[in-house]
């Protein structure tokens, strides 16, 4: 069974940083694309980013763009999302989801919220 | 950017089927995923590449695409049911995938 688990989420103060993990089994992680998508609260799904199986390709939203950085490291299974500058905008639960076309399965999600 | 237009809400009685849309430039020239999503879950896949359903999805759900309308049709619509539904491209011009704005099924 594929299964992903995101951890990381919490309060940070605008401005801040953060760094979300999704750590992933039941499959060869390597061999695919994964990403990170958000949902605002009460609002809808918003791609973030996405990264190659190998790493070498990332993937962005305009409205992370610089901000935002995504990596791997496949000998963990674990795929990261590196938050700097954090907005009020970018709170969201933070979904981590398998995949390049299509995104199956998703994670439970980790909560971010960015507030003083 | 790519915009992808779905009505907010659709309301239907059990039994009968729910057709939700989803607009885009040209839509039928990509292919086009679908995701319900109950509240307080995460999302999961109902239909990739247009018309297939994962497995596990029961065969009352079903799609299309063509021209400028990707479409998710839900058939003896039951109370379960009863979420939110998104649709999603890729879109190669930008490198970045695409969410419709999500559509409220209700069943009454």
């Known amino acids: 069974d594929v299964h992903l688990v995101e951890s990381g989420g919490g309060l940070v103060q605008p401005g801040g940083s953060l760094r979300l993990s999704c750590v992933a089994s039941?499959?060869?992680?390597?061999?695919?694309?994964m990403s990170w998508v958000r949902q605002a609260p009460g609002k809808g799904l918003e791609w973030v980013s996405a990264?190659?199986?190998?790493?070498?390709?990332?993937y962005y939203a305009d409205s992370v763009k610089g901000r935002f950085t995504i990596s791997r490291d496949n000998s963990k299974n674990t795929l990261y999302l590196q938050m700097n500058s954090l907005r009020a905008d970018d709170t969201a639960v933070y979904y981590c989801?398998?995949?390049?076309?299509?995104?199956?399965?998703w994670g439970p999600g980790t909560l971010v919220t960015v507030s003083s | 950017s790519y915009v992808l237009t779905q009505p907010p809400s659709v309301s239907v009685a059990p039994g009968q089927t729910a057709t939700i849309t989803c607009g885009g430039s040209s839509i039928g020239t990509k292919s086009v995923h679908w995701y319900q999503q109950k509240p307080g879950q995460a999302p999961v896949l109902v239909i990739y590449?247009?018309?297939d359903r994962p497995s596990g999805i029961p065969e009352r759900f079903s799609g299309s695409n063509s021209a400028n309308t990707a479409t998710l049709t839900i058939g003896r619509v039951e109370a379960g049911d009863e979420a939110d539904y998104y649709c999603?491209?890729?879109?190669?011009?930008?490198?970045?995938?695409?969410f419709g704005s999500g559509t409220k099924v209700t069943v009454l």
């Open positions: 989801a398998k995949g390049a076309g299509y995104l199956d399965p």
């Open positions: 999603q491209v890729w879109e190669s011009s930008s490198d970045q995938h695409v």
């Open positions: 590449f247009d018309t």
């Open positions: 990264m190659t199986g190998s790493g070498d390709r990332p």
């Open positions: 039941g499959f060869t992680f390597n061999d695919y694309v």
